[in-house]
Structures are given as structure tokens and as C-alpha cells.
């Protein structure tokens, strides 16, 4: 991606008070908005995660059907072959679901951008903190959700960004409700999106730098 001029974010502590600021790329987190673009991504991500195991029984597949059910004349009844047709109840379904994949393609360039895209919009809407740390010396949900409450996004749906090997905050945080927790390379359209709230760890703004401008 072209490197483009920087813009200043706001960098709070762990109490929601301005400690600072950090300049970050505007090409990141001061994008033009694409929905059309945000939209495609959302698709591939949702398509991505499609188990496409569904599956339906055809008449060869389901029980029985070996004998002719009644002679084909005589009878006063419609002809029958099979007890395993698609008419008959019990019998095969015709045109059911089969297993397959539900993936497209998209190619890198657009799912930066569209990353890019959901970040700028969440930066415009004034819904993405820049966290200076959690301060956590060991394991403390509690201690994280206060931090959390402190940012002034107490019960929304938040997804946090932390640096990478940051196992401490990682676990402190996963129990929390509504809480989306990602190192940078996990970082994603879809979870932006639909999060209320976006928490990025100052630490780890530089790999996400590095991952959307490479």
C-alpha cells in the first residue's frame, strides 16, 4: 500500500485518562470507507467459515428398495419400481444437499484495504481506543473488565488487540462476555464490524502497521 501521511490517535491508561498520543498512517486508520468492499470481505470470511457437511440421503443411499412393492399390473394402483423413490415416503430425496465448499476468492490487496476500511470507520465513529497497557502483573479478569469499564465500554461488544506472547492480558480477558480477543495477525473485518468497540494495546499497533502496509 502507498505510505501516506500520519494522523495523531489518543493513547489512554489503564484509568481512561490521556497519557499521549501516537501517530499512526491515515492510509490505515483514516481510509476512504468502502461498504461495497466491506461487504465482499464480510461475505468471504462468512463463507470461509461454512462447515458445508450437509447432506441428504438419495435413493441410493437410503434403507430398502430391493423388491419390486407390487406387481405392475392388476393391482389398481400406480405403478411402483422402488420403495426408495423420491415420492414415497422414507424414501430418497432428490435434489437434497450435498457436501461442499462455500469459499471464493479475494485477493490480499482487497482484504487489506477492507481492514483498513473498518478501522478508519470505527476511528470516525470515535469507537477505537489506543490502550498505553492493561498494567497486568498476572491473571486478573476482574482487574481487566476495570479496565475495560474505565474506557467507558462496560457490557458492549468489544473486540481487543493485544501485542504478540501477551498471554497474561489474553487470559484475563477471555472470560469476559461480549469480549473478542486477537494478537495483530488475528485481527480481522469481520470482528471489527461487528463489534461495538475496538481496543488496540499500543504495543501491538506496530505489527498491525507492518502487516497492512507490507
Same mark, same amino acid.
Given at each position: 500500500?502507498?505510505? %501516506?501521511?500520519? !494522523? ?8 481512561g ?13 483514516? %481510509? ?9 470481505v464480510?461475505?468471504?470470511?462468512? /463463507?470461509? %467459515?461454512? /462447515? ?33 423413490? &423420491? ?9 437434497? &444437499? ?7 476468492r ?12 473498518? @478501522? ?7 469507537? @477505537? ?16 473488565k ?6 467507558? !465500554? ?7 488487540? !493485544? ?6 492480558? /489474553? ?9 473478542v ?13 461487528? %463489534? ?7 504495543? /501491538? ?7 497492512l502496509?507490507?
Open positions: 500500500m502507498e505510505a %501516506a501521511e500520519n !494522523i495523531e490517535l489518543e493513547v489512554v491508561d489503564a484509568s485518562k490521556k497519557v499521549g498520543s501516537r501517530k499512526v498512517p491515515a492510509s490505515i486508520f483514516a %481510509a476512504q470507507i468502502n461498504e461495497h468492499l466491506l461487504h465482499q464480510v461475505r468471504w470470511q462468512r /463463507a470461509k %467459515a461454512r /462447515a458445508g457437511t450437509h447432506k441428504s440421503k438419495t435413493r441410493a443411499e437410503v434403507r430398502g428398495g430391493g423388491a419390486k412393492p407390487w406387481r405392475q399390473k392388476g393391482t389398481g394402483r400406480a405403478r411402483a419400481g422402488s420403495s426408495t423413490s &423420491p415420492v414415497w415416503v422414507g424414501g430418497g430425496t432428490a435434489h437434497g &444437499p450435498r457436501p461442499r465448499s462455500y469459499e471464493f479475494l485477493n490480499k490487496t482487497e482484504r487489506k484495504k477492507a481492514l483498513c476500511c473498518a @478501522l478508519s470507520a470505527r476511528v470516525n465513529e470515535g469507537k @477505537l481506543s489506543v490502550l498505553q497497557d492493561f498494567g497486568l502483573s498476572e491473571i486478573k479478569t476482574k482487574q481487566a476495570q479496565v475495560l469499564n474505565a474506557l467507558g !465500554i462496560d457490557g458492549e461488544k468489544v473486540v481487543v488487540i !493485544i501485542p504478540d506472547g501477551d498471554e497474561t492480558s /489474553a487470559k484475563s480477558l477471555r472470560n469476559i462476555a461480549r469480549t480477543v486477537h494478537q495483530p495477525a488475528g485481527l480481522n473485518v469481520y470482528d471489527v464490524i461487528n %463489534a461495538q468497540s475496538v481496543v488496540i494495546v499500543d504495543a /501491538a499497533l506496530p505489527s498491525i502497521q507492518t502487516r502496509e507490507s
